[in-house]
């Protein structure tokens, strides 16, 4: 990409990990170059973890609070756990973006400006009393002024675009500086250009240009001292991907219709964060997938259920309002016991509450919110990757126990994305569908002796008539009972079906110290920052371990045992402890919560604060 400039040699500044930030309004693409620098420092050989963070107007004016959009990326050449704290460099694109996040930006960190979006209007927008370039406020800081507007459509000059079109190309020019300084290359970006504006050739010339004007004027200039080199990772050979959670969720939904045998109906109504799950399955369909968007939350889980009844593999995704909605269907899927797959991508409320942020308050309604004694199986992923994986085992529970099964994510790991190493096909758990075929002796509600699972009789087949809807059923017949003992033994036994679902599921593990002083226990997306606070104070000589649970309904068999080996349990999560309520309602064990609701992911420094206040400094555990 071009030679460096001998008269003014760069350091090469080695860094064991970096933390970017870009920022700017919800028009000026930085989720966008965000997702292109991913995956060029993917490409580079780099372990990451990523924090997209959108406004939720969908239209907040221009250069406004409200309207800045953001994209973090953190990558090292160790193992990452988190998206980063605080980050070591912030492009700002408006003095909105600046304000929004300078207060995020580590001391000494590299500010990266662009100067022509700070005249007095920017600035009134932005509501800045002074400019924040000469009042002092970024003295703690390394601030590079940029032009990025005026030196785009200089670069763009000659293809002939409006003003406003070359405007739309300064992240890319943003995005050019980058690469710079961080020794990428452009390549992957040049292709995808290249593929996406195929048939706007202005529009591709004009990007390329920017991108390439970008890394030319870091390379022509004195504004960067030096670049910085982040060492390769250390990962297991293999076939690579970057994959968010919500492209997870769609792969593995489809993963599991192949390895049940079954054919996937996936139906959904639009709501953030969960609707890129429909798009992404929609994309699948010569995968024998049928996608359906329904006029509501209500049609979408009937109409899954109903896929069900056929012999099909029911699916749905949505967030909290829509699982609400969702329950009364459930609970008819829990009464006619036919599997159904419901994924909850949580996000902040009440009600719209904060539409595109993150947050883990639906586990209780998830677990309870339903009428009556309606008992669900409920499993959390813990990260993007993970939600596969997830996906995949809620799929095989449904199967096999014949219930509706709850998984839950949330927004943090439906937008974030990590290396995923992508599976061979026949290393996937197999869980083939079983469908009664014996006609002589049938009866709908008869048990299998291990699982408790009724048959999967479907519709059409002469000989296995029987009885579908919300009414209590009789015992083995399925015919409709008002019975009182009758009503309390089915009751007892979905609940027993569900009990037993402990025994075919893993044991819980602990990472770190099997016993001591204290135990970190926590589900979901908090993994990342807890596993990287838990390690940090195990390398001060804490006596601490980590128990993740993603087995919520029922829990692993162990975990009381686990938590009895410890002296006090911490549990950090997004709501007002819900997790915690639970550990002590079941097992009787006091517990410490560490909450947080602010639609924003828990940080290492958070976690690891209340880890020391909790334990005492001993030797290296």
């Known amino acids: ?177 980058v690469y710079w300084l961080f020794e990428r290359s452009m390549e992957y970006t040049e292709e995808w250009l290249a593929k996406k504006f195929a048939d706007r050739p202005l529009l591709y010339d004009a990007n390329r240009r920017a991108l390439l004007a970008g890394w030319a004027y870091c390379e022509a200039t004195e504004l960067f001292a030096e670049r910085y080199v982040v060492p390769r990772a250390k990962v297991e050979p293999g076939l690579y991907r970057n994959i968010s959670g919500n492209a997870a969720i769609s792969l593995g939904l489809v993963a599991a219709a192949h390895r049940s045998g079954l054919r996937l109906f996936y139906a959904s109504y639009p709501i953030t964060p969960a609707s890129d799950v429909l798009h992404e399955v929609a994309k699948l369909k010569n995968h024998g997938v049928i996608s359906f968007q329904a006029e509501d939350e209500i ?70 919110g339903r009428p009556s004694e309606t008992p669900t199986p409920v499993l959390a992923a813990s990260t993007p990757a993970d939600c596969f994986g997830m996906t995949l085992e809620t799929a095989r529970i449904a199967v096999k126990y014949m219930t509706p099964v709850v998984l839950l994510s949330d927004g943090y790991l439906a937008n974030g994305a990590e290396p995923w190493k992508v599976p061979e096909v026949e290393d996937l758990p197999s869980f083939p569908a079983k469908f009664v075929d014996e006609v002589d002796g049938f009866l709908p509600y008869a048990r299998n002796a291990e699982t408790l699972a009724r048959g999967w009789a479907v519709p059409g087949v002469a000989g296995l008539e029987h009885r579908v809807g919300g009414l209590e059923k009789q015992e083995t017949t399925g015919n409709v009972s008002y019975a009182p003992a009758n009503h309390e033994r089915m009751i007892r036994l979905r609940e027993e079906k569900i009990a037993r679902i402990a025994d075919d599921i893993p044991l819980q593990t602990v990472d770190g110290v099997e016993s001591g002083e204290l135990l970190v226990v926590g589900w979901g997306s908090t993994y990342g920052a807890i596993t990287a606070a838990v390690r940090a104070a195990r390398a001060e000589g804490r006596a601490v371990g980590h128990a993740h649970v993603k087995y919520l309904n029922p829990f692993p068999k162990n975990l009381g045992e686990v938590l009895s080996r410890f002296e006090k349990i911490l549990v950090p999560e997004m709501n007002l402890g819900q997790l915690a309520l639970l550990l002590r309602a079941k097992f009787g064990v006091p517990t410490e919560s560490l909450t947080k609701v602010q639609g924003k992911p828990f940080t290492e420094a958070e976690v690891s604060g209340r880890i020391r206040e909790l334990t005492t400094r001993g030797t290296k555990a």
Do not use: W
Not at 64 to 74: E, K
Not at 316 to 334: F, Q
Not at 347 to 359: A, I, M, V
């Open 1 to 177: 990409m071009g030679t460096e400039d001998t008269s003014t040699p760069r350091h090469e500044h080695a860094l064991s990990s970096v933390t970017i930030r870009f920022a700017g309004d919800s028009g000026d693409g930085m989720q966008l170059t965000g997702s292109q620098f991913t995956t060029s420092t993917a490409l580079a050989g780099h372990d990451l973890a990523t924090l997209p963070d959108f406004p939720a107007e969908i239209r907040a004016p221009a250069g406004t609070l409200p309207g800045v959009s953001g994209f973090q990326l953190r990558f090292s050449g160790d193992e990452v756990f988190t998206p980063g704290d605080d980050p070591d460099v912030l492009v700002a694109m408006n003095p909105a973006a600046l304000r929004a996040n300078i207060g995020d930006l580590k001391p000494g960190g590299l500010l990266i400006l662009n100067d022509d979006s700070f005249k007095q209007k920017d600035l009134d927008k932005a509501g800045c009393e002074s400019d924040p370039r000469e009042d002092g406020s970024l003295s703690a800081f390394r601030v590079i002024p940029v032009e990025l507007t005026r030196l785009t459509r200089a670069a763009v000059e000659e293809v002939g675009i409006d003003n406003r079109s070359a405007d739309r190309c300064k992240n890319f020019f943003a995005l050019g500086m």
């Open 299 to 368: 049609a979408a889980v009937a109409a899954a259920l109903g896929a069900s009844y056929s012999g099909a593999l029911g699916a749905t995704c949505t967030s909290g309002p829509g699982m609400a909605l969702k329950a009364e269907t459930m609970g008819l899927a829990t009464m006619v016991e036919l599997p159904l797959v419901i994924v909850d991508v949580q996000r902040g409320g009440p009600s719209t509450g904060l539409p595109t942020k993150t947050e883990q308050a639906d586990l209780l309604q998830a677990l309870y």
